[in-house]
Nanobody, 121 residues
Framework: QPRLVESGGGLVQPGGSLTLSCAAA????????IGWFRQAPGKVREGISY????????VYADSVKGRFTISRDSDNRTVSLEMTSLNAEDSGIYFC??????????????WGQGTQVTVSS
């Protein structure tokens, strides 16, 4: 059964960096649209970045533009999200999802379990 597994979360100080990974189990991500989303306590899930199958299109939410970078690894089984200049508002559970469109979470069918990111001094 195809699965997505996120990793790389943790505790980081303001201004620091983290790189999250979204790994596919049982299939290749090469032709799948992949989105990264996050959810803070009491807030709705927010779409933050998207990469289309074949790397033809990349989208970032305004809240992370210029600080986050999404990319596909050469093995086509991992999509990474490099996060820099982190601040407290970036804290939350980060999810990756496959087979959707853009930053619209309702369009995605397959979700990982999430990884916690906490930005705090």
């Amino acid at each position: 059964q195809p699965r997505l597994v996120e990793s790389g979360g943790g505790l980081v100080q303001p201004g620091g960096s983290l790189t999250l990974s979204c790994a596919a189990a049982g299939f290749s991500l090469e032709y799948y649209n992949i989105g990264w989303f996050r959810q803070a306590p009491g807030k709705v899930r927010e779409g933050i970045s998207y990469i289309s199958g074949g790397k033809m299109r990349i989208v970032y939410a305004d809240s992370v533009k210029g600080r986050f970078t999404i990319s596909r690894d050469s093995d086509n089984r991992t999509v990474s999200l490099e996060m820099t200049s982190l601040n407290a508002e970036d804290s939350g559970i980060y999810f990756c999802a496959a087979d959707g469109v853009g930053l619209a979470s309702a369009t995605y069918d397959l979700w990982g379990q999430g990884t916690q990111v906490t930005v705090s001094s």
